[in-house]
């Protein structure tokens, strides 16, 4: 089952990320698609999140424990891959093939 998503970005950030895209072969859906299972997969943003300040960026999105043991936040650079990760893998890869190919 699918689910559409309706997203406003500025105008040229998607210009630029659109060639990006299409520098490496993907579209856009196929790009936000990718972002989604990364998340779903690490259990967090897969990068950190944070405001930039005088002296650089500052990293204030830490991750929060939650009752029950459930984790919130960014995913911190540690990703935690399932057992059959690559089974998983090459299920979404054959599903992007027959969308795209």
């Known amino acids: 089952m699918t689910a559409m998503i309706t997203a406003r970005v500025d105008a040229e950030k998607r210009k630029t990320a659109e060639k990006i895209f299409s520098e490496?072969?993907?579209?856009?859906?196929?790009?936000?698609?990718?972002?989604?299972?990364a998340v779903a997969m690490n259990g967090g943003i897969p990068f950190k999140i944070g405001v930039k300040n005088a002296e650089g960026y500052e990293w204030n999105?830490?991750?929060v424990e939650k009752k029950g043991g459930l984790k919130l936040g960014i995913a911190e650079g540690k990703y935690k891959f399932p057992p059959d990760f690559d089974e998983r893998f090459d299920a979404m890869d054959a599903e992007v093939a027959?969308?795209?190919g």
Request: glycine share 4%.
């Open 24 to 37: 490496v072969g993907l579209t856009t859906s196929a790009a936000v698609n990718l972002f989604i299972c």
């Open 61 to 63: 999105a830490p991750s």
């Open 98 to 100: 027959e969308l795209f």
